[in-house]
């Protein structure tokens, strides 16, 4: 079983739609959870960033973590084709500076 | 800020041929990390540094990768001799000792 699951999709929506990307993982030490967007030939950038359990949310974005599932999501509001691009989740244990894990990313594609 | 730099964008060799790239972090992140993303894949780590000294290199493939942070600022990571198999993007990162990573554009490396 691989540490850090992760649908690769592709994730086909109308512009407009909400979506929602998932992963899962095995590692109960894992605490920090990260979402990146990464565009064709482009380096991942950093989109959301959460400490153990709980939801965040950045304008369109939100970001929950369940760790009793060991499952965590991004939703994305309101999708504009500019949010068109691959989705990593990645996660690290609760010593800081432990290096990330990165799932196989989604790619998602929105159409206008 | 400037961001993380990375050359060259594009390489392409022969196999059993040696490549260099060359990596410059963000001013002030101590923490470097090379990562290696296969096509369709997410990126997976083969170097992490903290200034100068090497943190986890654990899934560095050491009987033909090697690489070195000198100063604690630019780091090099060669191959020698290279597989086809090595073809992929090679993603250098840098963070503070908690937070995200910040990525570079990363070298595209054709095996042939």
């Known amino acids: 079983q691989k540490e850090v699951e992760q649908d690769p999709g592709p994730l086909s929506v109308p512009e407009g739609a909400i979506v929602s990307l998932n992963c899962t993982y095995s590692?109960?030490?894992?605490?920090?959870f990260m979402w990146y967007r990464q565009y064709s030939r482009k380096g991942p950038e950093l989109l959301m960033y959460t400490y153990s359990s709980g939801n965040k949310e950045d304008g369109r974005f939100t970001a929950q973590v369940d760790k009793s599932s060991k499952y965590i999501s991004l939703f994305i509001r309101d999708s504009q084709p500019s949010d068109s691009a691959t989705y990593l989740c990645a996660m690290s244990g609760d010593q800081a500076g432990t290096a990330l894990i990165f799932g196989k990313g989604t790619t998602l594609s929105v159409s206008s | 800020e400037a961001g993380v730099a990375q050359s060259p964008r594009y390489k392409i060799i022969e196999k059993r041929q040696s490549v260099a790239f060359w990596c410059n972090p963000i001013?002030?992140?101590?923490?470097l990390y090379w990562y290696q993303q296969i096509l369709g894949q997410g990126p997976k780590l083969l170097i992490q540094f903290q200034n100068n000294g090497v943190v986890d290199d654990s899934q560095l493939p050491k009987d033909r990768f090697s690489a070195e942070r000198l100063k604690g600022v630019d780091s090099t990571l060669k191959i020698q001799p290279a597989k086809l198999e090595d073809s992929a993007v090679y993603l250098c990162?840098?963070?503070?000792?908690?937070?995200?990573?910040?990525f570079g554009s990363g070298t595209r490396l054709t095996v042939v």
């Open positions: 001013s002030g992140h101590a923490t």
């Open positions: 590692n109960s030490a894992f605490q920090y």
């Open positions: 990162a840098s963070s503070l000792p908690v937070g995200g990573y910040t």
